[in-house]
């Protein structure tokens, strides 16, 4: 069967569509979460908890386009945001890069419940974004 508009969805689609749409959610709800913790330490300017509100309203728009959508755009949008804040946990996990510019010194040499499970949920979400990349065909 050709794809066209109205075509069903097949059963891969829909598993790394509904996988992508939770990882995602996970990945704001833990942003939200500590945003409130994090931003304490820059209660006047660009903090942690900003860059944390930041990244969870990015992840939930990825959800929404994920979700309604499900198109080759959608999938890399989802990509950018699992992976670049894959990149960024694991970076100021294990690097201690300073302040530059608005951006705060954010160095965390620990792992805790929820820095662990939003890193799971980016990573998972990575790789089943990038899957639904590979197999959705251009709509």
């Excluded at 069903?8 to 996988?19: D, H, K, W």
């Excluded at 704001?28 to 330490?41: E, F, I, K, N, T």
């Amino acid at each position: 069967m050709s794809r066209h508009a109205g075509a069903r969805t097949s059963p891969v689609e829909l598993v790394l569509r509904v996988l992508v749409v939770a990882t995602l959610t996970v990945d704001a709800v833990v942003h939200l979460r500590l945003a409130g913790m994090y931003q304490a330490a820059a209660s006047g300017g660009v903090g942690e908890g900003t860059l944390f509100r930041v990244e969870a309203v990015l992840a939930i728009l990825s959800a929404l386009f994920v979700a309604a959508r499900g198109s080759k755009a959608a999938y890399a949008a989802a990509f950018v945001v699992t992976l670049g804040g894959l990149v960024v946990v694991l970076l100021y996990r294990y690097v201690n890069v300073p302040a530059f510019g608005p951006i705060p010194a954010m160095y965390e040499p620990v792992w805790f419940f929820q820095k662990s499970l939003s890193a799971v949920a980016q990573g998972v979400g990575a790789v089943a974004a990038a899957a639904g990349f590979v197999h959705t065909r251009r709509r």
